[in-house]
């Protein structure tokens, strides 16, 4: 994961999913608060946003969990 101070192509790529699942978890809130502000709320919508959030979760743990388990094995 990591080397000596350079990061790891996978590093890259799991930041780059975390910074992209944010501004798709982002754009669902706002499509859900749309969604369920009009007179007739679509419910379902509600749930879209926990697809993003769990890439976020994901992501996020792998991001903290690297180093430190770098560390160890090294």
């Given at each position: 994961m990591?080397?000596?101070?350079?990061?790891?192509?996978?590093i890259g790529r799991a930041r780059q999913v975390h910074r992209w699942s944010g501004v798709v978890f982002t754009l669902a809130v706002l499509a859900t608060i749309v969604a369920l502000s009009l007179p007739d709320p679509i419910v379902w919508?509600?749930?879209?946003?926990?697809?993003?959030?769990?890439a976020l979760l994901f992501?996020?743990?792998f991001m903290l969990v690297s180093p430190i388990r770098a560390r160890r094995t090294a």
């Open positions: 990591y080397v000596r101070g350079r990061r790891s192509p996978v919508v509600s749930y879209l946003p926990l697809i993003p959030l769990a992501t996020g743990l």
